[in-house]
């Protein structure tokens, strides 16, 4: 299974792309939440970063998603500005996919 990356700065995608991980960027909460349901077809994405800002616009989108599906699993990640909190990218994907340190 594969990360995929939905998010509305460039920044936060080039530079999850520089880790290997396929993104897009979307301009609305609208366009998210339909990439977010069309990666929900797509069976090879295991999980999908949404980045604070985007959260912050679909995020009852994205609880009722995570009701009706189990995968793929959405966990925001901390935006590339780091105002909202210092935790790590590294950190939520390892607690999305269940290795505790």
Do not use: H, W
């Not at 800002?53 to 793929?72: I, N, Q, S």
């Amino acid at each position: 299974m594969r990360l995929y990356v939905v998010c509305n700065r460039d920044d936060t995608a080039t530079g999850l792309r520089l880790a290997g991980i396929d993104g897009v960027v979307v301009s609305s909460a609208k366009e998210a939440e339909e990439k977010i349901a069309e990666l929900q077809q797509n069976k090879e994405i295991g999980i999908i970063l949404i980045n604070r800002a985007l959260m912050a616009e679909c995020g009852d989108f994205v609880k009722a998603f995570r009701k009706k599906y189990t995968l793929p699993l959405i966990t925001e990640i901390p935006d590339a500005d780091g105002k909202k909190g210092s935790d790590s990218i590294a950190r939520y994907v390892r607690e999305a996919v269940g290795i505790r340190e």
